[in-house]
């Protein structure tokens, strides 16, 4: 007989389709959705969110290439571009945040959002 779902396990497949969701509508997802879900939610460190984040986007990220790439939406030549350098600042940005407190990491997150949102809403 099958195992009913945890609530935890209820509250990750609901993180998992928010950021898809919101992957494939607006091709974002992990930092912005299932971050703060993750820490909001489910009680994770701001580290540890990240972390999970990432191994969530690599599937993610890789079917919404695919669906948009049937769409004939992607610049793969461009995305390469981005992305190899990206690689470089993952480097970085990880080695950074393992050495900015928690909550420092917190506010220059919440920052960030709080930009991005104030220059979307003034467009």
Do not use: C, H, K
């Given at each position: 007989m ?8 209820l509250?990750?497949a ?8 919101v992957?494939?509508l ?6 912005s ?19 999970t ?16 790439a ?12 981005i ?11 990880t ?12 506010f ?14 003034v467009?």
């Open positions: 099958a195992r009913m779902p945890t609530a935890r396990s509250r990750l609901g993180i998992g389709t928010a950021g898809g969701l992957s494939g607006f091709g974002v997802g992990g930092g959705v299932i971050v703060p879900l993750l820490i909001i939610w489910l009680g994770y460190g701001e580290r540890e969110a990240t972390g984040s990432l191994v969530a986007i690599v599937p993610t990220a890789a079917v919404g290439m695919g669906v948009q049937l769409y004939g939406n992607v610049r793969l030549g461009e995305g390469l571009l992305g190899l350098p990206a690689l470089g600042g993952v480097v970085l940005g080695y950074l945040q393992q050495r900015i407190r928690a909550r420092t990491v917190s220059l997150f919440a920052a960030l959002l709080v930009a991005v949102a104030a220059d979307l809403v467009r």
